[in-house]
């Protein structure tokens, strides 16, 4: 008999937890999407627009509900109510709605990132686009594996094969992302790849762990919006670092790929 302390029980139980979660931050969200006069505030006190509406806050008080009642414990690191501190060990680090700004014009490129950081590395990882039905997920508990849901389905996914930024799709959320030198080394990296795209958000990292993408890079990350794409991307046999090849899970500079030679090119033109 399994005890209720058996690693693997405890793993596929929080991993179940997580799946909860994006089921109740996204019916959350979608009360919201596309829905006439949406309300919206601005965080950014005069600066670059920063939108958060209602279903931002209600998505996350939705997630945060259910690891109340469930793990009290854990540490919570979320986009609109910050961090309460962890007693077990274990942080799930938020972002109710990644891509507000899609959100509000009405684009199905936003998602709910989820992410279970054990202190030494992201351990679950899940991007969840609730309003076409596409729930990309990953864990490293144990064993590194990666799944694509949709439509009740779901089956295995991994990262694909490219031998360096000559074969390889790169994307980024805006260039208005990268500021002075910044922006001359993403221009170098870009200048050698196959094909550029703009514009996806956090669906771009989804889209890498699905082995549809090579290679995201993206500046002035919070934790919350790489936390869950770079777990993501790991279990699915990806790569995930800062611009100089650190841990990049905190946020900051990004550079996330399938294969760690287009990685490595990238990089070499990014440190």
């Known amino acids: 008999m399994t005890s209720p302390t058996d690693p693997e029980t405890e793993a596929e139980a929080l991993l179940a937890l997580a799946h909860r979660m994006a089921d109740a931050a996204g019916a959350a969200a979608l009360r919201h999407f596309r829905s006439p006069g949406l309300a919206t505030d601005d965080k950014s006190d005069g600066a670059d627009f920063d939108p958060v509406t209602a279903g931002d806050r209600e998505a996350e008080a939705a997630m945060r509900a259910l690891l109340a009642e469930e793990r009290p414990d ?56 609730p309003h076409i039905g596409e729930r990309y997920a990953g864990t490293t508990l144990g064993g590194a594996r990666a799944s694509y849901r949709c439509r ?20 980024t959320t805006a260039p208005e992302l990268f500021e002075g030198g910044d ?44 936390a869950g794409p770079a777990a993501l991307i790991q279990a699915a046999g990806g790569v995930v670092t800062d611009w100089q090849g650190g841990d990049a899970r905190w946020g900051g500079r990004v550079v996330a790929a399938g294969d760690p030679r287009v990685h490595a090119e990238a990089l070499a033109l990014l440190a």
């Open 183 to 226: 922006r001359d080394k993403f221009e170098a990296v870009r200048a050698r790849a196959r094909l550029t795209r703009y514009g996806t958000d956090c669906y771009a990292y989804a889209l890498v762990a699905a082995g549809h993408v090579d290679l995201v890079i993206e500046s002035g990350l919070a934790a919350y919006d790489i």
């Open 74 to 129: 854990d540490g919570i690191l979320g986009e609109e109510e910050g961090r309460t501190e962890s007693r077990s060990g274990l942080t799930w680090v938020l972002d109710p709605i990644d891509g507000t700004r899609a959100f509000i014009a009405g684009l199905p490129t936003w998602g709910v990132l989820i992410a279970l950081d054990d202190g030494a590395s992201g351990r679950i990882g899940i991007v969840d686009q």
């Open 152 to 171: 009740g389905e779901e089956r295995p996914m991994g990262v694909r094969a490219c031998a360096g930024l000559a074969d390889a799709m790169l994307f």
